[in-house]
């Protein structure tokens, strides 16, 4: 995915990493990165919107289950194969 302009960070990098970053699980500046890709960047803040509400629709449905590693594992690997399928058809 890409807007068109130019960014400090390619726009896929920051993608690539917006569930860590939903979790808070980035160092400082990695999280500084990202949230001001994401102040520049509206096709990325749609979709860190769209992955930030169904993490929040995944919580509520499953409450304090935790989903097994290979399950997870499957989930973000379909994610990703998603968003390269949108991204080459842009």
Known sequence: ????EHHDVD????LQRVYVFIDNELEDASNDE???H???CAPCLD????E???KKLVHRSCGDDHAP????QKILLRLTQI???TTTTD
Request: proline share 0%; aromatic share 4%.
């Open 47 to 50: 979709q860190y919107d769209l």
């Open 38 to 40: 994401l102040e520049e």
């Open 34 to 36: 990202i949230r001001q």
């Open 1 to 4: 995915m890409s807007c068109g």
């Open 69 to 72: 590693e290979a399950l997870r």
């Open 11 to 14: 726009c896929s990098e920051i």
């Open 52 to 54: 930030r509400c169904i």
């Open 83 to 85: 968003r390269v399928e």
